[in-house]
Nanobody
Framework: QVQLVESGGGLVQAGGTRRLSCAAS????????MAWYRQTPGKQRELVAT???????NYADSVKGRFTISRDDAKNTVYLQMSSLKPEDTAVYYC?????????WGQGTQVTVSS
């Protein structure tokens, strides 16, 4: 079993920055990959960024150049550094970890970007 705990959400002004953290209950080396997703009411959860075991990152086009995903394996933590935030980035952000074919999710953290 894996527990993922997100933190760092809150209210931020457009153009601002925010860093989300996702602390895992076990070594991040045990995960095939980790990712951040986001979801707004009435919409499907969408992939924001992924990072592989080797540290290779991929981003959704909507956040490319503004968001950075990183991992600190010594702390079993994955981060999402968000900059140049826009109101359309407002969502609940979820951490995801994949162990084999099994996905694990955190409880989510709300990010609200005011215009």
């Amino acid at each position: 079993q894996v527990q993922l705990v997100e933190s760092g959400g809150g209210l931020v002004q457009a153009g601002g920055t925010r860093r989300l953290s996702c602390a895992a209950s076990r070594s991040t080396f045990s995960f095939n990959a980790m990712a951040w997703y986001r979801q707004t009411p009435g919409k499907q959860r969408e992939l924001v960024a992924t990072i592989s075991l080797r540290g290779s990152a991929n981003y959704a086009d909507s956040v490319k150049g503004r968001f950075t995903i990183s991992r600190d394996d010594a702390k079993n933590t994955v981060y999402l550094q968000m900059s140049s935030l826009k109101p359309e980035d407002t969502a609940v952000y979820y951490c995801n970890a994949q162990v084999g074919l099994t996905p694990y999710w955190g409880q989510g953290t709300q990010v609200t970007v005011s215009s």
